[in-house]
């Protein structure tokens, strides 16, 4: 029993030491962590240093490079730009040209055509100066006919009035002829009845034979006036005729 219980103490003691040695070691293993860490950062560090100087190195190079190659992009662009605005002005230019060529051609041609009209519009003048002048010497050609005309239907009324008139005028002449060369053998058997009368040779001679004497040589005076005037009026009328044309 008492080995038992010696054997006990003494895996007890061996625990202890065992564990000791654990807590030991674990002790040794994070300070050797920690100084892995430290030196690993350390390392790290210098490492990263040095990358990172060698990455702003090259950063800084090709910084440069893009400064450079900006500058002579800009450079570049510039000069584009310019021979651009060159080309554009150059272009533009020939463009004014161009339309101001076409403007003069279109102008020219305007001009031409507006000469082409004033000619066009002076020979219409002129037709229309030439129709005027026709159209007044036709008025007044017309104006004469018709003045023709009026005076010619005058002429023909007046002449159709004095033909009748004529007509008339001649056969009351005739019949006033007639009635004078009735009334003269008439007036010479009259005055010889007046005569017996007057002498009262006779009784066949009636009291009346002088006043019927006196009555036909009144009607014989007038017959032969009324003649002398429808003669007269013949030879008017005759006259009026041949001034007449007719």
């Known amino acids: 029993m008492n080995e038992r219980t010696n054997n006990q103490e003494h895996e007890n003691d061996d625990v202890v030491v065992i564990e000791e040695r654990d807590k030991r070691t674990y002790v040794y293993i994070a300070i050797a962590g920690v100084l892995g860490l430290a030196l690993g950062g350390l390392i790290g560090s210098t490492l990263t240093a040095n990358k990172w100087e060698s990455t702003y190195h090259s950063l800084e190079e090709q ?27 150059e272009k533009l ?8 060529e ?21 020979s219409l003048e002129e037709q229309v100066s ?8 036709t008025s ?26 004529e007509l008339k005028v001649k056969q009351e002449l005739e019949a006033l002829e007639k009635e004078r060369d009735s009334l003269e053998p008439t007036l010479v058997k009259l005055k010889e009845q007046c005569d017996i009368y007057l002498q009262g040779t006779s009784w066949d001679a009636t009291s009346d034979s002088c006043d019927k004497q006196d009555e036909a040589n009144s009607r014989l005076s007038q017959v032969n006036q009324m003649i002398r005037v429808h003669q007269m009026d013949l030879k008017q009328m005759q006259a009026l005729s041949e001034e007449l044309g007719l």
């Open 130 to 137: 030439t129709q005027k002048t026709q159209l007044e010497e």
């Open 93 to 100: 230019q020939q463009a004014i040209q161009q339309q101001q």
């Open 63 to 89: 910084y440069q490079t893009l400064a450079s190659e900006k500058k002579q992009m800009v450079v570049q662009v510039e000069e584009k730009v310019a021979k651009v605005d060159d080309e554009v002005a």
């Open 140 to 165: 007044k050609v017309n104006s004469k006919l018709n003045r023709q005309a009026d005076m010619q239907a005058t002429m023909f009324e007046r002449s159709r009035e004095l033909f009748q008139q």
């Open 102 to 122: 076409e403007h003069q051609t279109a102008l020219a041609k305007l001009q031409q055509q507006v000469e082409e009209l004033e000619k066009v519009n002076l």
